[in-house]
């Protein structure tokens, strides 16, 4: 068959195909619908996947490029548990802000912030936040953090040292506490303990916080000195994490090599014993994060294959019926010198022309659901391109693949039997 006759039957595949569809509108729909629910599923969550991805590098990043963190365990990058065998980390001892102090020392280190989370009841007056997180630093934290504070300021050295009862609130809590009304010198109960508002803080990052940061600009949240939330906040100690930023050329690796020398040294680890805390990159923790939105969008694929799969159970009822109602039809145009193949190529477009309906329909209610999250959450979800030429692909595949047998049956009719059916 020629390229004039291959695209000629193309475009006469694509006609009756939308002939098909307003004739047998209840089948097609049947069969439009499951295609759309498999490509919808997988391009809304490409969309949702590929924002979450593209937020956490972000919040990453607020940290600065070269900024590293150093956590009492490492192993919730590994296949743990909870048991001692699996999880030998469990054992790690705390790390220190004592520790802290003396990473700071390092010659290459520029900032090392420590930082310890919970939650905890906030109050003001009649407004109550029953649980919002709460997070103590040290008084350097600034330094390593992406975000601004204002109106106000963060909490001195001093204040720090002093354990002095002094909060920062992001902009999420203040609106929620104090509405319209300016924040600052209020006092606030904390877990019924008074707190005075010194600043407001306005996040960089998204919702997905920084390791050393428990919720973005979109979660009520509040940060205190570090001695003050371990003298008057259930903290929990022994999670304490560290934030590490390089002096300026300082390669992030060789830092990295430096921080565990020296924390090795600080809790007498022999040559060759194995390290009891982690020093992690950011590459790691995009690598696990990469990995975990990896395996749950291999999942939505597999659910996706479903209504891909009874689609193509449609199309090959619809198209099996096209063939009978068409019999004479192909009788005529057999007898007329159309071949086998062109008879096969007519019916494989039709069939592919139904499932890529599927697919933009599919695309476009995926894309409606992109804008939505895009709308109303702090994920900036968009449709990959890939993910577009791979639905629209991959629709067409599923017609032309379930499609085969019905195309077969018609290409194989004998013109005269063709001819003489009733």
Partial sequence: MSASDRIYTTVEGVKIALDSLRANKVRAALTIMGVAVGVFVVTGMAAAVHGIQSKFAEDMAAAGP??????????FFENCDGTDDMCPSRRNPPITVREAAALQDVPSIAVVTAHVSGSARFKYHEHTLASASVDAYTANWTLTDGGNIEPGRS????????????????????????????????????????????????????????????????????????????????????????????????????????????????RGLRPGAVNNFAVVGQDKLMAAFNGFTGNFFMIMIALASVGLLVGGVGVVAIMMISVTERTREIGVRKALGATKGTILWQFLVEAATLTTIGAVTGLVIGGAIAGGINAWTPVPARIPPGAIVAALVGAALTGVLFGIIPALRAARLDPVEALRYE
């Fill in 66 to 75: 070269t900024s590293f963190f150093v956590f009492r365990r490492g192993d």
């Fill in 155 to 266: 909490f001195t050295a001093a204040e720090a040292g002093a354990a002095a009862r002094v909060a920062v609130i992001n902009d999420k809590m203040a609106e929620q506490l104090f509405g319209q009304s300016d924040p600052l010198e209020k006092i606030i109960a904390i877990d019924n303990i008074p707190f005075t508002v010194i600043g407001v803080y306005h996040s960089n990052v998204g919702f997905m916080g920084t390791p050393t940061q428990e919720g973005g600009s979109d979660d009520p949240m509040a940060k205190v000195p570090f001695e003050t939330g371990k003298k008057y906040l259930d903290l929990w100690i022994r999670g304490l994490d560290l934030t590490v930023k390089p002096h300026d050329g300082v390669e992030r690796e060789d830092a990295m090599d430096d921080i565990t020398a020296r924390l090795r040294s600080i």
